[in-house]
């Protein structure tokens, strides 16, 4: 079972001064697509498998926000994954990135999206 490394990067400018900047991931298309994420702020950990809170605008400044998806693939008919990534501050609408998507070789391979999200 081999690994598939994916580095992506992106840029997120903070929309309002003083609302918290919430990340949250979705992993796959299917409903039963398995896998799980973690999310850093500079070299800080944030959270994993949940919705991460980065703070505010002034939180961010400065530094990168780092996104980790591990996606095994769990399909015999199709070896792609994929993720997606949806940051939102207060009432907005979120801003998506994505989806990713990555073809592994074989089945119950696995893809590691890395996301690197600068602020500036």
Same mark, same amino acid.
Request: glycine content about 4%.
């Given at each position: 079972?081999?690994? !598939? ?6 840029? $997120?400018?903070?929309?309002? !001064?003083?609302?918290? +900047?919430?990340?949250?991931?979705? +992993? ?5 697509? @398995?896998?799980? $994420?973690? @999310?850093? /702020?500079? &070299? ?5 498998? *949940? ?5 505010? *605008? ?5 530094? *990168? ?5 591990? @996606? ?5 008919? &199709?070896?792609? &994954? ?5 940051? !939102? ?7 998506? %990135?994505?989806? $990713? ?6 089945? /119950?391979?696995?893809?590691? %999206? &890395?996301?690197?999200?600068?602020? *500036?």
């Amino acid at each position: 079972m081999a690994i !598939k490394h994916i580095d992506l990067e992106d840029k $997120y400018l903070p929309r309002t !001064k003083t609302r918290d +900047i919430l990340v949250q991931i979705k +992993i796959g298309d299917a409903a039963d697509t @398995v896998g799980s $994420y973690s @999310v850093f /702020l500079g &070299t800080e950990f944030i959270s994993s498998n *949940k919705v991460a809170n980065l703070g505010n *605008k002034s939180n961010v400044e400065d530094k *990168k926000t780092t996104i980790v998806v591990i @996606v095994p693939d769990v399909l015999k008919e &199709t070896n792609w &994954t994929s993720t997606t990534v949806f940051i !939102k501050e207060g009432a907005s609408d979120p801003q998506i %990135f994505g989806p $990713y998507k990555a073809e592994v070789e074989e089945h /119950l391979d696995t893809a590691i %999206f &890395t996301l690197k999200l600068s602020h *500036k």
